[in-house]
Structures are given as structure tokens and as C-alpha cells.
């Protein structure tokens, strides 16, 4: 029997990406465009994502194709991002992906990006967690911060959100940190790989599941969301001016302007921590209470997502835990996971490094299901910037 071929386009927000996946599993190529432009300006300019991703689009799937050795000719169906994410930029996927399925005349699928990064997972661990539901499945990025209840069900999956953030992302809270001491942006990487060198004070910032005990304080609920089930919603921004009133307090503001003034114009600010150089440099910039204020920064956010995250498990009996998300790249968050994962007996998983961040890898895997059960998108589809799951 001939294997089915699917091919996978992302572009929900800054990276343009392209990938052809056999049947759900087995990753042909994965062709990911990271756009560079946004670091001159500390965070995505929408605008001009969608600019780079009209550019970047035909030779990433060009290229996605020529790694797989495949033509259109051998695919089975064409899925791409229908949301969350920027308009402008899902826009420039969703046009090509509608073009190139109505030329090939094949089926058009489309794939909330949420569902995706739990696929970068289960695209791995799918063997290992064959038999194994409901999952709680975390959702970590730089937009997203999701707990959800993942149900298998004839073949597909049903999703139930148990918690998600009421104010920043933890993605967010990293860069914005990072950007607040005068890192590069992205500052997530800069954050891990600086926490390494100080020392947690963990009574620093104890505060991160305050504001949800005291005030009883959930996000907002939307329409469908379940009204008596317990939530585990996260807060962030509080942790983020607690930093800022401790940079305040402990006098650490001109140092930090001198700091980025330096790194600026050494050109270290559009680097990345994996450049061993670049990393030598900034680390001599940063003085011991810097990095533990870092490491006690990182030690709350993990912590407030280990914990929620597990609460959650015991509350809906959940058989396995999925990390995903850009921030399940983050060295302690894994460390922190897998430790209390094995105290509690919950198998765990996370995807390799190189699907933790957006990849159209994930879509496509996200879309096998979808195939086998033929639930394919209209002509009509267009973007869904909030689209949930
Ligand atoms: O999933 P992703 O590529 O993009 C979206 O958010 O859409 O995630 C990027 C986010 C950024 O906020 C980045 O700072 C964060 O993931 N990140 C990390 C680490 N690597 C990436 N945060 C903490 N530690 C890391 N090692």
C-alpha cells in the first residue's frame, strides 16, 4: 500500500515553514526560515512578518519538497496553520497552501497551531503513549501559555483548555525580563543558559500562584469553556514588575542601560547564547546578583509551571504528560518536569529540541489524523488569529 505523504506549512507568526511528513511519523524534511529582521526591534513587527513570509514562502516549500525527494504530484494532502497567530502572517500560508492544493488537486487541511505543538510530541512519543489517555498536554511559548486535557477518541483527539494565562505568556515574561537586563532578544535561550551561572534565591519571587489563591482570579472565561471543572490558570506580569521593582530597588538601572549600550554596539544583541563567543561576551557583562536574579527569576516561572501543570494531572487523571512550545526548550523546565514526573509516576515527554519551537513538521504530523478521518478545510478557509482549542 502506498504511504501517505503529507505536506505541512507554518507561518503563524515569524518563522516560514515548510515540511513533508509520511504518515503522522516520519519527518522527510522540515525546512524552517527564521526571520532576523524582528531583532532590531526587541519583538515581531507584524507587518513585516508578513513581508518576510510572502518572500521566504515558494523557496521553503520548494526546498521542503527537494529535502524529501517528493514532487506535488506525490503528496496526499496539503495542511497548513489556520490560526492562532498573526492575520497578516497566516494570510501568506493559508493563500499559498489554498493555491497549491487547488493546482495539485489535492485536499486541503487546516491545523490550529496549538494542536501542533502537542503533535511535535506525540509525533515522537506517539508508541510510547499508544494506548495511553487522556494526556495533560502543556503549551509553552512566546504567545501561549495552555494546559489542556487531550482525549483520544476513534482515532482523533479531543481537547478540553484546563488553564492558560491570564496576563503574559511565559515565553513572554523570559523575553521581556531578558529585554528589562539588557539581553538580546529573543532573551529566552540568553535567560536559560545565564541561570546556569547563579544561584536561586527561591524566596525571592514566591508570589506567581498569589494572585489566582487570594483573589480567586481566573482568566476570563470564553464561550463552550466548562464552568464547574477546577482551572489551572498561570499569571506572569506580576513576577515580571517584581523583577523590575528589585532592578529599581537594588539600584541596578544605569548598569543595565551601560550594559546594553555595550552589547548594542558590539553588535551582541542580535546573537544567540549557542555562539560561544557571543556568550563569553555578554556573560563578562553581568555580575553575580544579576545572574541569581536570574536564576530566581527562572526558578519561579518553572516552578509555577511544574506545579499547575501537575496539579492539573491529578485532578483530571491524566496518564501522561507533553511538554511543547518554544519554552519547553528551557533547560530547568525540563529538569524540573522530568524529576517530578518520576516522583508522581507519570510518564513524560518533550519534543526533540529542533520541534519545540514553530515548525511545520508539527502541522503536518497534526494532520494525519485529520486525513485518516477526512476532515478537510473548506475553499473558503481563511485566517483565524484567535482561533482556540
Ligand atoms: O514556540 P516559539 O518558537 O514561538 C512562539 O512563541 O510563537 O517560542 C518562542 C519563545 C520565545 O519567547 C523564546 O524566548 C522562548 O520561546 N524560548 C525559551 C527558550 N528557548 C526559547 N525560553 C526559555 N528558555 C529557553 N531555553
Not at 264 to 274: A, V, W, Y
Not at 337 to 358: E, H, R, Y
Amino acid at each position: 500500500v502506498h504511504s501517505k505523504l503529507i505536506l505541512g506549512i507554518e507561518s503563524s507568526c515569524d518563522e516560514t515553514s515548510a515540511s513533508v511528513v509520511r504518515e503522522g511519523r516520519e519527518v522527510l524534511s522540515n525546512v524552517v526560515a527564521s526571520q532576523l529582521v524582528h531583532v532590531n526591534y526587541g519583538g515581531v513587527v507584524p507587518e513585516l512578518a508578513s513581508r518576510e513570509h510572502l518572500r521566504a514562502i515558494v523557496p521553503v516549500v520548494r526546498e521542503a519538497l527537494q529535502q524529501a525527494g517528493v514532487s506535488y504530484a506525490d503528496l496526499d494532502a496539503i495542511a497548513v496553520t489556520e490560526g492562532p497567530g498573526l492575520a497578516g502572517a497566516l494570510l501568506v500560508g493559508i493563500t499559498y497552501a489554498k493555491a497549491a492544493a487547488f493546482a495539485a488537486d489535492r485536499p486541503l487541511i487546516a491545523v490550529n497551531h496549538l494542536e501542533g505543538h502537542i503533535h511535535a510530541v506525540l509525533m515522537e512519543a506517539n508508541e510510547q503513549f499508544a494506548a495511553v489517555s487522556p494526556l495533560l498536554a502543556l503549551v509553552v511559548s512566546g504567545g501561549h501559555t495552555h494546559l489542556y486535557l487531550a482525549e483520544r477518541l476513534e482515532g482523533t483527539w479531543r481537547y478540553r483548555n484546563v488553564g492558560r494565562t491570564v496576563d503574559d505568556a511565559a515565553g513572554e515574561a523570559f523575553d521581556k525580563v531578558a529585554k528589562l537586563l539588557g539581553l538580546p532578544y529573543p532573551g529566552g535561550p540568553w535567560m536559560d543558559a545565564l541561570a546556569k551561572l547563579g544561584t536561586a534565591d527561591r524566596s525571592l519571587f514566591p508570589f506567581t500562584q498569589i494572585k489566582q489563591k487570594v483573589t480567586g482570579k481566573s482568566a476570563p472565561k470564553l464561550a463552550g469553556e466548562d464552568d464547574d471543572a477546577q482551572r489551572f490558570d498561570f499569571s506572569f506580569s506580576g513576577l515580571k514588575t517584581a523583577v523590575r521593582r528589585y532592578t529599581e530597588v537594588h539600584h541596578m538601572g544605569s548598569r543595565i542601560a551601560e550594559r546594553e549600550q555595550s552589547l548594542r554596539e558590539r553588535g551582541l544583541l542580535t546573537q544567540k547564547p549557542s555562539n560561544a563567543e557571543a556568550f563569553a561576551a555578554v556573560r563578562a557583562e553581568f555580575d553575580q546578583p544579576t545572574l541569581d536574579l536570574i536564576a530566581s527569576f527562572q526558578n519561579a516561572v518553572v516552578k509555577n509551571l511544574v506545579r499547575h501543570t501537575f496539579a492539573a494531572a491529578e485532578e483530571f487523571g491524566a496518564k501522561a504528560i507533553v511538554v511543547s512550545g518554544g519554552v519547553s526548550a528551557n533547560s530547568e523546565l525540563r529538569t524540573t518536569m522530568t524529576n517530578t514526573a518520576q516522583v508522581s509516576k507519570l510518564p513524560i515527554a518533550f519534543p526533540q529540541i529542533a520541534l519545540s519551537t514553530d515548525n511545520a513538521a508539527m502541522i503536518a504530523a497534526a494532520a494525519w489524523p485529520k486525513l485518516v478521518a477526512g476532515h478537510f478545510a473548506e475553499d473558503t478557509l481563511e485566517p483565524t488569529p484567535q482561533l482556540r482549542l
